[in-house]
Structure formats: structure tokens, C-alpha cells
């Protein structure tokens, strides 16, 4: 069992970064790929980022990629999103998620189902 926890959302200006942390609990969490998705008011949770459970893999939404970067400390059992270049468009709660199967194949990581353990978000605006 994994329970998460989110911080660092916030309200900043377009063009601003921010950094997005997730603390796990649970002595496994260095055996878990961990994500992060995002639901915008009316939308769909979508996918964000992607690490491998040794950090060594990663895989981005195309929306994201060259801006956002996921990283993560196993040692301290936390997970960062570092989110620069923000736009209005990335407005939207951000959930960080944990997937304890040991590989995925690619195609099957963008989607809700393939995470088993899920936190309660945390807000990020960003305001033109």
C-alpha cells in the first residue's frame, strides 16, 4: 500500500515555473513507476509525465515535453514535476500516481487504469 501526498501548487503568471513534489509513504515506493496527470475543469485526467521505477526512463505528453521535467529521490521517497514555461492551458488540479507493475509497455502508461495508487492533487493556475 502507497499513500501520496502532493504539494507546490500555486497561482503564477504565464511564463513562471513551478515545482510539484509528491511524498510517498510505504517501503516499496523505490520498486514503483510514478506519474503525474492533470484534470482541467470539464476535462478528463490527463497524462502528464512518466519515470521508471530507477529513474532512468521517462516518457512526456507531447503538450509538455521540453517544459515540464519528472525526477525522483528514492532515497527521500519523493517524486518531483519541475513545470517551466507555463501557460494558461496547463491549468488544472495535478495528481501524482504510483504504478506497481515492474515495466509497462509504452503505449499502456498514458492511461488512468495502468496506476494503482492515486493522491488528492494539488492546484496549479496559471493566469495570463
Known amino acids: 500500500q502507497v499513500q501520496l501526498v502532493e504539494s507546490g501548487g500555486g497561482l503564477v503568471q504565464a511564463g513562471d515555473s513551478l515545482r510539484l513534489s509528491c511524498a510517498a509513504s510505504?517501503?516499496?515506493?523505490?520498486?514503483?513507476?510514478m506519474g503525474w496527470f492533470r484534470q482541467a475543469p470539464g476535462k478528463e485526467r490527463s497524462f502528464v509525465a512518466r519515470?521508471?521505477?530507477?529513474?532512468?526512463?521517462?516518457v512526456y505528453a507531447e503538450s509538455v515535453k521540453g517544459r515540464f521535467t519528472i525526477s525522483r529521490d528514492n532515497a527521500k521517497n519523493t517524486v518531483h514535476l519541475q513545470m517551466n514555461s507555463l501557460k494558461p492551458e496547463d491549468t488544472a488540479v495535478y495528481y501524482c500516481?504510483?504504478?506497481?507493475?515492474?515495466?509497462?509497455?509504452?503505449?499502456?502508461?498514458?492511461?488512468?487504469?495502468?496506476?494503482?495508487?492515486w493522491g488528492q492533487g494539488t492546484q496549479v493556475t496559471v493566469s495570463s
Open positions: 519515470i521508471a521505477w530507477s529513474g532512468g526512463t521517462t
Open positions: 510505504g517501503r516499496t515506493f523505490s520498486s514503483y513507476a
Open positions: 500516481a504510483a504504478d506497481d507493475a515492474g515495466w509497462r509497455t509504452k503505449s499502456l502508461v498514458y492511461y488512468r487504469s495502468s496506476y494503482n495508487y
